[in-house]
């Protein structure tokens, strides 16, 4: 038994550091659009946050950043700050927030009706 | 002191486009970003508002001597919108116009067309953004004429770099604009439109502010211009009462010399006799867009083996219909899957993964032929956001139709001798009168490469126009997908000297040298557009 333990937790560290790093995209509307343009894949807003999962309010209002709303989100996990939220027990979790706003709807009048 | 509505920039360095074929880096505090967010100004006030911003900004570019491109959705696959100074980021400017009759020309009027078939959208409208307003939003309701595949460009963007679709009788999407509010100079914008099909009013003309230029030539060469002719802040353009497309797929058609001489001669009636079950075009069911995709490995003469085609039919909104843009899409490549095979590829070499790749991309060739739908649906709602994501590449190149059987082959002796991790589609769009738009003949058939960005695949891209060259077959190439064969030999043997001439002529006739200096970039000096 003695012999496999280590095995047992290497396994068990690596796949925990692998399925925790993520990338999670959420569309909110059905044809997203955006107010800006982002640099590649990246969304045109992004904040890192850093937080803890001991912490009883963790709370990002990206809305109120959006005079027309929010278009979509995606949120990463980088595999080395799974790694860190794993040796500090959660104190310290590290995320980047990207996210588009929404172009505004409907049209209006050149002139004043 | 910055006007409201402007906020200073800063691009990541570097700069990637939203589909990372390239890295760019701007000169640090040259970039801007236009916006309407802080002003309690009605949607009028802030559109003229945005014009003297924009006039603001390119005399910035003048005083620092440095030069400026208008970058909207980043879409385009080259860096072609690219310079060396700073971006102007335009997305912001999102406002869309009602027109009235008050505000277009009597000549209009008198082609029997009303106020209904016009709308004035500003530069950095979405075409997801157009669609729902148009489809959705407005009643009655209406459409755009044509689409790209996907929905994220900006309208000027589209327009400027040639966005396509597969409207055969109807042309590309910069097709339906008939007038341009250009931003010119720092001191100077003018309203384009074509003399020969006027569309606004004196009074449309002085709410811009604009000075008034009626000249078709100026208009064809301003219409695809990839930003060298100023910041294009509104456009014009002409829509249709909503319609639907019903879509058919035919995947048991025979890839027969015959059935190639019908596509090249756009002969309809021959086509439904030689495509099993391709309906009839008729008067509320007619042909309205066609497009052939291809697996390059398994298509064979004689065989049905790899050959799919798509067609899509005009048909009325029956009563009741709710146009949906949402639902989900198809399955298809993961950005995280994409990466593993460029990986993968990569490691292996050209010369060992050829067998892999033909595996895998006719696997996934196979797997991602998204089915026909059975009902009924708009363009807004067919053409969505984008199902690939990740760093993919796309080549895109026209021919005539007339071309198309011995372009097809060419393309199969390629993929026989060197592995292309994609797959091939074909597309035909009637020919513009833009002076440098690449759908450039009247019958044109726009052929299109994607797949992986691959070092074997930018190889295959190069071979091909090689042997289209060799074989003296006339091309050109999408302005606004991957185009490094493209230079100034070759974009003076696509275009001929008289329309490079006179694309330049109407550039010099629209901007100051100081302006000029400005909106130049790499891309056109490569191509021989600035001398």
């Known amino acids: 038994m003695a012999k496999i333990l280590p095995t047992i937790l290497a396994v068990v560290l690596i796949s925990s550091i692998v399925t925790s790093c993520s990338v999670i995209r959420v569309v909110e ?25 001991w912490k009883s309010k963790n709370k990002v209002n990206l809305k109120s950043t959006c005079a027309t709303g929010i278009s979509r989100v995606k949120v990463t ?4 700050d799974v790694f860190l939220g794993f040796l500090t027990l959660g104190f310290v979790v590290k995320q980047r927030i990207d996210w588009d706003c929404a172009q505004r709807t409907g049209s209006g009048e050149i002139e004043k009706p | 002191m910055i006007p409201p509505g402007i906020k200073s920039y800063k691009p990541d360095a570097p700069w990637k486009n939203v589909h990372e074929n390239f890295t760019h880096t701007f000169t640090p505090g040259c970039s801007w970003l236009l916006h309407h967010n802080d002003a309690p100004l009605s949607e009028s006030e802030l559109y003229k508002r945005a014009t003297e911003n924009i006039k603001w900004v390119i005399g910035q570019a003048v005083k620092k001597s440095v030069t400026l491109r208008a970058v909207g959705a980043n879409w385009s696959f080259s860096p072609v919108a690219m310079c060396e100074g700073g971006m102007l980021q335009t997305k912001g400017l999102d406002l869309i116009f009602n027109i009235n009759n008050t505000l277009i020309a ?21 075409i997801s953004r157009l669609n729902r307003e148009l489809e959705i939003d407005r009643s009655p309701a209406r459409c755009i004429r044509a689409s790209g595949g996907s929905n994220g460009q900006t309208v000027a963007g589209c327009i400027s770099t040639g966005t396509h679709g597969a409207a055969l009788f109807t042309g590309a999407v910069h097709d339906a604009v008939v007038g341009i509010h250009l931003i010119t100079g720092p001191d100077t914008h003018v309203w384009l439109e074509r003399a020969s099909y006027p569309v606004a009013s004196d009074k449309f003309i002085k709410w811009l502010g604009a000075t008034p230029l009626r000249d078709d030539a100026l208009f064809n060469a301003a219409l695809v211009s990839f930003g060298s002719f100023g910041i294009i802040h509104g456009v014009m353009l002409e829509t249709e009462p909503l319609f639907l497309l019903k879509e058919y797929r035919i995947s048991n058609a025979v890839y027969s010399d015959e059935l190639m001489k019908a596509f090249s001669k756009l002969d309809v009636p021959k086509l439904t006799q030689l495509l099993p ?9 007619e042909l309205y867009h066609m497009e052939i995709n291809l697996n390059p490995y398994t298509i064979k003469k004689n065989s049905t083996e790899g050959l799919y085609i798509f067609l899509f039919y005009k048909v009325p909104v029956p009563p009741g219909h709710v146009v949906d843009h949402g639902g989900t899409h198809a399955p298809a490549p993961s950005p995280e899957f994409i990466w593993m095979m460029k990986g993968l590829l990569t490691l292996l070499g050209s010369k060992k993964s050829y067998s892999v790749i033909k595996k895998l991309t006719s696997s996934e060739f196979e797997k991602n032929i998204r089915p026909a739908t ?16 990740g760093n993919i590449a796309s080549f895109a190149f026209a021919i005539s139709t007339a071309d198309l059987p011995v372009t097809l082959e060419e393309i199969r002796k390629e993929v026989a001798e060197n592995a292309f991790a994609g797959a091939v589609a074909v597309r035909f769009v009637k020919g513009t009168r833009a002076t440098l738009g690449f759908t450039k003949f009247e019958n044109t058939s726009v052929v299109e490469m994607d797949g992986l960005d691959s070092k074997g695949n930018h190889a295959v891209f190069n071979n091909i126009i090689q042997r289209l060259e060799t074989q003296q077959i006339p091309f050109s190439i999408h302005w606004g997908k991957l185009n490094a064969p493209l230079n100034k030999g070759r974009t003076k043997d696509i275009y001929g000297v ?18 000029q200096a400005v909106f130049s970039n790499p891309f056109m000096e490569k191509c021989g557009l600035l001398d």
């Open chain 2, 106 to 126: 009597p000549e209009y009027i008198q082609t029997g067309k009303t106020h209904k078939d016009l709308l004035f959208a500003e530069c950095g409208v979405q």
């Open chain 2, 374 to 389: 059975p009902e009924a649906k708009s363009i807004g709602a067919i053409f969505r956001d984008t199902r690939f994501t």
């Open chain 1, 77 to 80: 996990t980088k595999p080395m």
């Open chain 2, 277 to 285: 079950g391709m309906p009839a075009s008729v008067p509320g069911h």
């Open chain 1, 29 to 53: 509307i059905a044809s997203p659009t955006s107010d800006c343009a982002g640099s590649g894949q990246h969304f045109c807003h992004d904040t890192l946050v850093r937080t803890s999962i």
């Open chain 2, 498 to 515: 008289d329309k490079i001439k006179a694309w330049k002529q109407s550039r010099v006739q629209l901007l100051s040298p100081a302006a």
